[in-house]
């Protein structure tokens, strides 16, 4: 698959790789087409029995591409692209393999909760994890901050929600959020190790273990879904969201009016 999102398969194994390495593989809404078409791809292929999601370069994903937002040519309004994004990244929950994310230098913003609805997290040491989505006036509105929530619990979650705070590989680790921590240049290797075990598995077991993890985790994540499309749609046409736009603009403090 050519672009800045690849596709490539080997036996029963698929790695969808983000590359664009010049920006910390932030993805714009090019980029998110190539994902979801990715994981379409794989949901078709009854060969892959596991999934890796990695990243060229220093990072993961450093989340949104600032610089191409504004820039959609699509024509679709926010909440239409909203819907789109969120069709494209349930995709990962609809599959029948687990998806395996090798996690390094910045997982930011929407990767990151994206990274979080897959099924299996490894952070190379000196990962970072952010969500600054509320210093932006917006809110996280991907999903992953419901499987955050089932994973580290209110405290956490409001924490990086609230401050925007940076959560480290080993407090990521703590709180569950990924499951090994290993040195960098081992991370491709550990992962492609866990994806040919599960590969070597008998796909009906792991495709029904899958399932009975999935009925327990998916249903709060769709909902969550749902109230963040509503709650964003507000937040967009808010007196709160033009204020904050405006004092960007003009380099003061913003002078906010308590509904």
Request: with cysteine.
């Amino acid at each position: 698959m050519s672009g800045r999102v690849h596709l490539e398969i080997d036996g029963h194994v698929a790695v969808i790789t983000n590359d664009n390495p010049d920006k910390h593989n932030a993805f714009d809404d090019e980029m998110d087409v190539q994902l979801f078409a990715a994981f379409e791809e794989v949901r078709n292929r009854p060969e892959v029995r596991a999934v890796i999601w990695r990243g060229e370069g220093q990072s993961f994903s450093s989340g949104r591409d600032v610089g191409a937002i504004g820039t959609n040519r699509t024509q679709l309004t926010h909440h239409q692209l909203m819907q789109r994004g969120h069709r494209g990244i349930q995709t990962v929950l609809a599959l029948d393999v687990p998806v395996i994310v090798a996690c390094k230098g910045w997982t930011i913003g929407g990767s990151f909760q994206r990274a979080l609805l897959c099924d299996i997290r490894v952070a190379a040491e000196g990962s970072r994890f952010r969500l600054p989505e509320v210093t932006h006036g917006v809110i996280p509105d991907t999903g992953g901050v419901a499987r955050l929530y089932q994973m580290a619990g209110h405290g956490l979650v409001s924490d990086m929600v609230f401050t925007g705070r940076v959560l480290t590989a080993e407090e990521a680790l703590h709180h569950g959020v990924v499951s090994r921590v290993v040195p960098l240049d081992t991370l491709d290797e550990v992962v492609r190790e866990m994806a040919g075990a599960i590969a070597a598995a008998p796909p009906l077991t792991v495709k029904l273990a899958r399932r009975v993890i999935a009925n327990l985790a998916d249903p709060e994540v769709l909902a969550s879904m749902e109230e963040e499309l509503l709650a964003q749609t507000v937040i967009a046409t808010s007196a709160d969201f033009a204020e904050f736009k405006a004092s960007k603009a003009e380099g003061r403090e913003p002078r906010y009016v308590r509904g």
